[in-house]
């Protein structure tokens, strides 16, 4: 079937045929714009043929043709798209308010894609001083072999950030705001326009934020990478990744590189995030809302002596988050009165707050950076404070968190 023979691409049809089930046109009549109908809805159609309401999980490596070189469908290979696959994209870019969205199998290999399509060697990166660490390393050990080199700047002062882009030669400003694991911000509208400026682009990291509460493209950015393994899957059950731009030609350069290299999710995986997805908004209130509870509580308490949450009216990137983010995100950090040792010992003896790596997950979570997420930048620029504490806060009954925290940082004397 060719598109010109396509009855869904005929927007005159769309009226006539909304009364009709079975057909994907009904759905976009009556669906609606809104975030969570979007994360609902996007991509999801009800099956055109079976009428499932829920996207299938396609296994098939292969689709068949009906000639040489005429496939029965849109599907060919699935290492180039798989349907599953394709409501994921079609869902994510709706999310982030772009073109074109593309499903990786890691964050990481999303990442990586950004890089290989934006940056050629003798070509110049700025980066966040305090970046993700796996992205660090990706610069540090990997692209700077192939002769990419990269600048880390504090990306909250944009004099250094303006300082240190050379302009022909920055291919790319990496931004990550709010950062892992001290949540400070950066505004994505100044730093959009400083990168442009000199002729490059702006990537930015919506990992932490989600496109929930920040959306990079609308605010100037590029690229939006996610690692969906944290708060877009939600539920620490898969690993993946996501990029999506508005620019459909940088969107094509994206997808070459994802079909060439072949780091994509398998098609449970890209169900899986999918199925994250719908229920993002209301995960994300909650979030939110345990959040600024827990934020309250270390501010108050004795044993602790700096708290990081951009929620905090004290924060210094408190302004421009309140200017470009819905509401602030889910991740807390803080220190310790007593040091590496008090920060460690806390780590140990909350039972609530899981001792585990990664965040974004329904359950709360709690880790020891400078020895877990972070151990890997010990002596680099990006090395974080020893008696550093990061909690990713769930969505479980908030008095069962404020009791747990607060038990392990009483007789604070002995912290
Ligand atoms: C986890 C994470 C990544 C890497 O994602 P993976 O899915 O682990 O490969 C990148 N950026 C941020 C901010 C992250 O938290």
Redo the contacts with the bound molecule.
């Keep these: 079937m060719t598109r010109a023979d396509d009855p869904v691409t005929s927007v005159d049809d769309s009226v006539a045929r909304a009364d009709d089930p079975q057909h994907p046109a009904a759905t976009a009549a009556w669906a609606g714009d809104g975030f969570e109908t979007l994360a609902i809805h996007a991509g999801q159609e009800p099956d055109a043929v079976t009428g499932a309401v829920v996207v299938p999980i396609h296994p098939s490596s292969t689709f068949v043709q009906d000639a040489v070189g005429v496939p029965r469908g849109a599907y060919e290979y699935a290492r180039s798209a798989n349907p599953t696959r394709t409501a994921l994209e079609t869902c994510l870019a709706a999310l982030e308010a772009g073109t074109v969205g593309l499903a990786f199998a890691?964050?990481?290999?999303?990442?990586d894609a950004v890089l290989r399509t934006a940056c050629r060697p003798g070509d110049h990166a700025v980066i966040p001083s305090d970046a993700?660490g796996?992205?660090y390393r990706l610069f540090a050990r990997v692209f700077a072999e192939w002769g990419v080199e990269y600048t880390p700047v504090p990306l909250d002062d944009l004099e250094a950030v303006r300082a240190a882009v050379r302009p022909g030669h920055t291919r790319l400003l990496w931004c990550?705001t709010p950062?892992?694991p001290l949540l400070s911000i950066s505004d994505i509208a100044a730093l959009a326009d400083l990168v442009h400026s000199v002729g490059g682009l702006l990537a930015v990291?919506n990992?932490?934020a989600t496109p929930y509460l920040q959306q990079p493209l609308t605010l100037g950015a590029d690229v939006s990478?996610?690692?969906?393994?944290?708060y877009l899957g939600g539920h620490s059950d898969v690993?993946?990744?996501a990029v999506v731009v508005s620019d459909p030609g940088l969107g094509e350069r994206l997808r070459f590189i994802q079909n060439a290299t072949g780091a994509v999710p398998g098609p449970f995986d890209a169900w899986l995030v999918l199925r994250g997805a719908k229920t993002l908004a209301v995960r994300m209130d909650r979030h939110c809302a345990n959040a600024r509870h827990i934020a309250d509580l270390l501010v108050r308490h004795p044993a602790v002596a700096v708290v990081h949450y951009p929620g905090l009216p004290g924060n210094p990137g408190h302004p421009v988050a309140a200017k470009q983010m819905r509401d602030f995100g889910g991740m807390v950090s803080f220190t310790l009165r007593g040091g590496q040792d008090a920060a460690v010992e806390v780590c140990r003896r909350t039972r609530v707050f899981t001792l585990a790596e990664?965040?974004?997950g329904v359950e709360s979570l709690i880790e020891h950076p400078g020895r877990m997420t972070h151990a890997s930048v010990a002596g680099s620029p990006l090395e974080v404070p020893a008696d550093l504490v990061r909690l990713s806060v769930g969505i479980e009954s908030i008095d069962d968190l404020v009791d747990d925290l607060t038990k392990a940082l009483d007789d604070h004397q002995d912290l």
């Design positions: 890691s964050g990481l290999a999303a990442v993700y796996g992205t990550e950062t892992n990291d990992t932490f990478v996610h690692s969906t393994t944290k690993i993946g990744g990664s965040l974004g």
